[in-house]
C-alpha cells in the first residue's frame, strides 16, 4: 500500500511539473506559448496584454525574456535575445495604419529622434507593406550580433541589425513614453 501511495505521489508531482512546463498564457481568444526561440535561447512569457486604441482591442502582445523581468527600462537597453509577439485580432488593422502605428510608436520611443534610424525604420515598416488579416502574428526576436529577426506567420521576412534599432523597437513598448501604458504593464507580467 504505502508503495502505491509513493509511486501515486510522485507521478502526481511528475504531472504538475509537466504541465507547468508546458503551460500557456491566453489573452481574449489568443492563446500564446510559454516559450520562444531566440537563436540558441529559450525564451520564457514575461506577461502580455491587448493593444487598445480608442476603447478597441487592435492585436495581442506578448514579451518573451530569458528570465523574468518587470524591470522596463533594463528590457529595453538589455543586450540579450528576447522577443515580442503581435497577434492580430482586429480586420480594422490595415497595412497603411499599421505603418502609420509602428512610426508613431518609434517617434514616442526615440523622443522624437528618429533620424539618426530612419533607414532601419524604414526597412522595419516594409514588412508591414503586405497585406495583414485577423489571426496573423509577427514575431520580433532579437538576436544578440545578429539583430532583430522579424517573422510573420513564422517565415523570416527581414533581420535589422543594431543594440540601437532593438532599444527603439521594444521602447515602443517599454519605454518612457510607450504607446500604450496598459499594456506595458501587462507586458511586465501586473
Request: proline letters at 3%; hydrophobic letters at 45%.
Amino acid at each position: 500500500m504505502k508503495t502505491i501511495v509513493t509511486i501515486t505521489t510522485i507521478a502526481t508531482i511528475l504531472t504538475i511539473a509537466t504541465i507547468d512546463v508546458f503551460a500557456q498564457a491566453k489573452i481574449g481568444d489568443v492563446t500564446l506559448p510559454a516559450t520562444i526561440v531566440s537563436g540558441n535561447e529559450n525564451l520564457v512569457y514575461n506577461g502580455g496584454g491587448i493593444r487598445k486604441k480608442y476603447f478597441m482591442s487592435m492585436y495581442v502582445g506578448a514579451l518573451y525574456l530569458k528570465q523574468k523581468s518587470a524591470d522596463a527600462a533594463k528590457i529595453v537597453a538589455a543586450d540579450e535575445p528576447m522577443a515580442m509577439r503581435i497577434h492580430i485580432v482586429s480586420g480594422l488593422i490595415t497595412s497603411k495604419r499599421m505603418e502609420e502605428s509602428i512610426h508613431e510608436g518609434f517617434e514616442k520611443s526615440t523622443n522624437g529622434n528618429m533620424a539618426p534610424l530612419k533607414d532601419k525604420i524604414d526597412d522595419f515598416i516594409s514588412v508591414f507593406r503586405e497585406e495583414i488579416k485577423v489571426n496573423d502574428e509577427f514575431d520580433l526576436v532579437y538576436v544578440p550580433k545578429e539583430g532583430v529577426k522579424i517573422l510573420k506567420n513564422n517565415q523570416q521576412k527581414k533581420v535589422i541589425a543594431g543594440l540601437d534599432f532593438k532599444n527603439a523597437l521594444f521602447g515602443i513598448w517599454l519605454g518612457n513614453n510607450p504607446v500604450d501604458t496598459d499594456l506595458k504593464q501587462k507586458l511586465m507580467g501586473k
